[in-house]
């Protein structure tokens, strides 16, 4: 993942496309380049290894200027993080450069060919191919645009560009064919980006190219066509966010900032969607399925990647409890090559924060090759699988800039408990009085999440006892076992300690092999006073915090407030006053209730040399995420 920006206008283009690239830095930050066109049309590069300070040194060192140009930060994936595989890369006039996000597939390939006709080339990556492409298809249009589209016919693979020729003044070609690129509409100028926050300061009018769009972009006008040269209409849309939800926020981290933001994201996310009079959920942004096919339906698929795959594992329990529907759930990346077993009954449910996940795209794509229909719970409005399912539940969680999901997957889930309350509307599982209760509960999360996160010192303090902690287990019973897996997902995403999540009850089979005075256990142990299945959940994991004891072995747990059996066997029990609280310990790696040896854990911690507390300390620390209202499913 790259991140490119792009403008064409009558500002300075240094500072503005520097200023872009630092807000796209999450994207990849290890080489970073710049292309700019002066007044006189000479183009101009800067190019530099590593952090984008890197870059601005170069320029300080030897400034340019002008009035449109391109730039990227870099996330190596042909060629090593160098400066000269740094982007943008030119043909052999050096009047013509691009910058690439993506993979091309043939570029060998095309270099071959291109080799025959004397192209000389100076990097290993593959985006360089792509200049030279476009030069020897000048030589027989003689016209910039043509030659473009015809480079493009030859590219196998997926690529985001942006293209300069400095013989056609204040002219950029953007191109998409995957990874997303959106342009922003500015008066008298435009902008090309890999992401909305590098944009939003300039203006909130934009359009996300389509796959196999390229838009030619001057300073008057910006115009977008296939690559058969076929107009297109773009569909602009006014982004709300403000561009402070782009910032950190004050926060330290973008990932600190998403969490905090989750109150927000999940009351944006349920906003006039739900009747708390009636219980009756809205899901109005369905392209192609009717209330009838949902009515119909007699199983439902689930694919995802990462921590979306998590939030569809959760809202199989939240589903099937709703609705009595089936749920299956697949990984993505394993459901586009097994071959499903789908017909017009069955409803692919996609889940994706971006909406570009190569993998997910696929199986939604697969999915209407045969047949079915697909439903998206996507938080990037026009991204390629909103653009592509057949309906889509957005959520609402604003740009998520931190790699690591957290604030889109309370999102998520809320979006699934929605769907879940829809149907068990709609197919009658549910009754008025249960719908109404359920949707009471829901509005009540984002107050409780902000009491949560209002609480997170003490949490922090404790984290600075786990953050030398080598492995983790996660382990919990009905929803709380995906809401493990995630947790384990995060602490390994952020702070590269080892961690599994596993079922409570599997525990013994096999797991328990690693439990001693060393490994620190995480129990999600929640339960609902008067609720059967729940209590029944909440002894059966009880019986295994004991084992755990037993073993020696370190319990942290996450309870419910005023729950004492499981608190006692816990040496330091977070009480939180409802069940929310789990993500709130794991990020801050827990209200560890450590055995009586603690002390020794202290002193005989191999890991006694103090490593940068600020790294792991903030990377198991940051992670509060209060979790949707298990408690709400029997
Ligand atoms: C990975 C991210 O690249 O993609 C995970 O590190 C994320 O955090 C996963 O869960 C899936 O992404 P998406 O956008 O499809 O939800």
Redesign the pocket.
Known sequence: MCGIVGYVGNKQVVPLIIDGLRKLEYRGYDSAGIAVVNESHDLEIRRAEGKLRNLEEVIRLSPLDGTYGIGHTRWATHGRPTEENAHPHRDCSGRIVVVHNGIIENYLQLKEQLRKTDHQFVTETDTEIIAHLIEEYLKAERNFEKAVRRAMQDLKGIFALSIINADEPDMIIAVRQGPPVVIGLGDREFFVASDIPPILQHTRDVFFLGDGEMAIINKDAVRVTDFEANSVQPAIQRITWDPIMAEKGGFKHFMLKEIYEQPRSVRDTMQSRISLDTGRVFIDEMKNITEAEFKQFTSIKIA??????HAGLAGKYMIEQLARVQVDVDYASEFRYREPVMDENTLLLV???????AD?IAALRETQQLGSKVLAIC?VQGSMITREADGTILTHAGPEIG???TK??TAQMVALYLLGLYLGNLRGTLSAGEAKHHAQQLAELPVKLEHLLNESDDIEELSKEFFRATDFLYLGRGINFPVALEGALKLK?ISYIHAEGYPAGEMKHGPNALIDERLPVMFINTREEGNRSSELRYEKTHSNIVEVKAREGIVISVLTEGDTMSATMSGHPSYRSFHFSFWLITSRCVVAAMSTNHATWQSQSPLSNKPTIDHRCFSVFAFSIAFPPMSLLK
């Open positions: 995802a990647c990462g921590t979306s795959w889940i994706s924060q971006s909406g570009e996940t997910t938080n790699v690591a999901s889109a997957f995403e």
